[in-house]
């Protein structure tokens, strides 16, 4: 792999061509990103482009956090330098191979843990109070016939949080204000940290009344959250999911909530969306959202922004703003 590590310098060579730089976009993203990158770069749509020369030209990727970028996408992409993800998350690139070939991969971390950490104790808060049903029972007129039912109180709860890195670290301080007791498990402890630590999701679970996934998604997560945590967490807890629907065995968690084995959940992503199970959609225990933790006009801006800052700093030879962990270890060679 040695010969490949020059790629990870901390300046690369600068792009000196006269002729446009190609790009690749392989999946939907907002208008005024694809607005700011055809301003800079020429941009050819995954969807369209069949030019097996344009391929050999094409010399960045760009898309998604889930957008399959896989080794055979990157066999017809032999001269692809960087690819640039719109997320914090990088799921669907095989980081792998980019890496066997000298490919760097950034991603845009930093930017979305307020709106992710906010839109997580909207879930707690949704699923505790009901917010969502008590929304409709005004509206249908439901209140003349009698009081709403009562809810569970969220301040002074236990709150384990699975996954405690940047954006988990941002919803623990929010908890705090509500007095929650907090505790985690992750890949290992964090000395730093003041909160009692759990060597695993199914022992974590057993000790708290709403159990909160933010760990990031992919192989090794994969599955992490099944009946057997859901059985631990049980009756009359609550789980909450904003980081990945691949961290969950969703078979299990329909089944948990259609038993009662959990009292309910807040979802805002599922294993294959956005084409959400309809028995996930007809559970009354649920509150569901369109994968919108992030999707703030502002944080979507600074995302963009970062995607292009990414791009231009590799172009131009600077540092990389930031790459994704495994390429920065090699950077720090």
Same mark, same amino acid.
């Given at each position: 792999?040695?010969?490949?590590?020059?790629?990870?310098?901390?300046?690369?060579?600068?792009?000196?061509?006269?002729?446009?730089?190609? @790009?690749?976009?392989?999946?939907?993203?907002?208008?005024?990103?694809?607005?700011?990158?055809?301003?800079?770069?020429?941009?050819?749509?995954?969807?369209?482009?069949?030019?097996?020369?344009?391929?050999?030209?094409?010399?960045?990727?760009?898309?998604?956090?889930?957008?399959?970028?896989?080794?055979?996408?990157?066999?017809?992409?032999?001269?692809?330098?960087?690819?640039?993800?719109?997320?914090?998350?990088?799921?669907?690139?095989?980081?792998?191979?980019?890496?066997?070939?000298?490919?760097?991969?950034?991603?845009?971390?930093?930017?979305?843990?307020?709106?992710?950490?906010?839109?997580?104790?909207?879930?707690?808060?949704?699923?505790?109070?009901?917010?969502?049903?008590?929304?409709?029972?005004?509206?249908?007129?439901?209140?003349?016939?009698?009081?709403?039912?009562?809810?569970?109180?969220?301040?002074?709860?236990?709150?384990?949080?699975?996954?405690?890195?940047?954006?988990?670290?941002?919803?623990?301080?929010?908890?705090?204000?509500?007095?929650?007791?907090?505790?985690?498990?992750?890949?290992?402890?964090?000395?730093?940290?003041?909160?009692?630590?759990?060597?695993?999701?199914?022992?974590?679970?057993?000790?708290?009344?709403?159990?909160?996934?933010?760990?990031?998604?992919?192989?090794?997560?994969?599955?992490?959250?099944?009946?057997?945590?859901?059985?631990?967490?049980?009756?009359?807890?609550?789980?909450?999911?904003?980081?990945?629907?691949?961290?969950?065995?969703?078979?299990?968690?329909?089944?948990?909530?259609?038993?009662?084995? @959990?009292?309910?959940?807040?979802?805002?992503?599922?294993?294959?969306?956005?084409? @959400?199970?309809?028995?996930?959609?007809?559970?009354?225990?649920?509150?569901?959202?369109?994968?919108?933790?992030?999707?703030?006009?502002?944080?979507?801006?600074?995302?963009?922004?970062?995607?292009?800052?990414?791009?231009?700093?590799?172009?131009?030879?600077?540092?990389?703003?930031?790459?994704?962990?495994?390429?920065?270890?090699?950077?720090?060679?």
């Amino acid at each position: 792999m040695q010969e490949n590590t020059d790629m990870y310098q901390e300046k690369p060579e600068r792009f000196t061509q006269m002729e446009p730089i190609e @790009i690749l976009r392989v999946s939907n993203l907002h208008t005024f990103l694809i607005d700011d990158l055809n301003k800079a770069y020429m941009m050819h749509d995954h969807n369209h482009i069949n030019d097996p020369e344009a391929l050999k030209r094409v010399v960045a990727v760009v898309g998604g956090g889930e957008t399959k970028v896989d080794r055979k996408l990157l066999s017809i992409l032999p001269n692809v330098k960087i690819i640039s993800v719109f997320g914090v998350g990088y799921d669907g690139v095989d980081v792998q191979a980019a890496i066997e070939r000298g490919i760097v991969v950034t991603h845009t971390p930093g930017v979305l843990n307020d709106d992710v950490a906010d839109l997580a104790m909207g879930l707690l808060l949704s699923v505790s109070r009901q917010i969502p049903k008590a929304d409709q029972f005004v509206k249908a007129g439901d209140w003349v016939d009698g009081p709403f039912n009562l809810t569970k109180k969220l301040t002074g709860a236990k709150l384990g949080i699975v996954g405690l890195g940047r954006i988990g670290q941002a919803i623990a301080k929010r908890a705090s204000a509500f007095d929650m007791k907090i505790s985690y498990t992750a890949r290992t402890p964090k000395a730093d940290l003041p909160y009692p630590y759990f060597p695993s999701a199914k022992a974590l679970a057993a000790e708290v009344d709403f159990l909160l996934a933010i760990t990031p998604g992919g192989a090794s997560t994969k599955g992490m959250i099944n009946m057997e945590v859901f059985e631990a967490l049980g009756p009359n807890g609550y789980f909450i999911n904003v980081a990945r629907g691949s961290v969950v065995e969703q078979p299990d968690l329909i089944k948990a909530l259609q038993d009662k084995v @959990i009292a309910g959940a807040g979802l805002d992503v599922y294993y294959d969306e956005p084409r @959400i199970s309809p028995e996930i959609r007809h559970l009354p225990n649920v509150v569901l959202t369109p994968h919108m933790a992030s999707g703030t006009f502002e944080t979507r801006r600074a995302m963009a922004d970062l995607v292009l800052a990414n791009l231009a700093a590799y172009f131009a030879g600077n540092k990389l703003p930031a790459p994704v962990p495994e390429c920065q270890a090699l950077l720090e060679e």
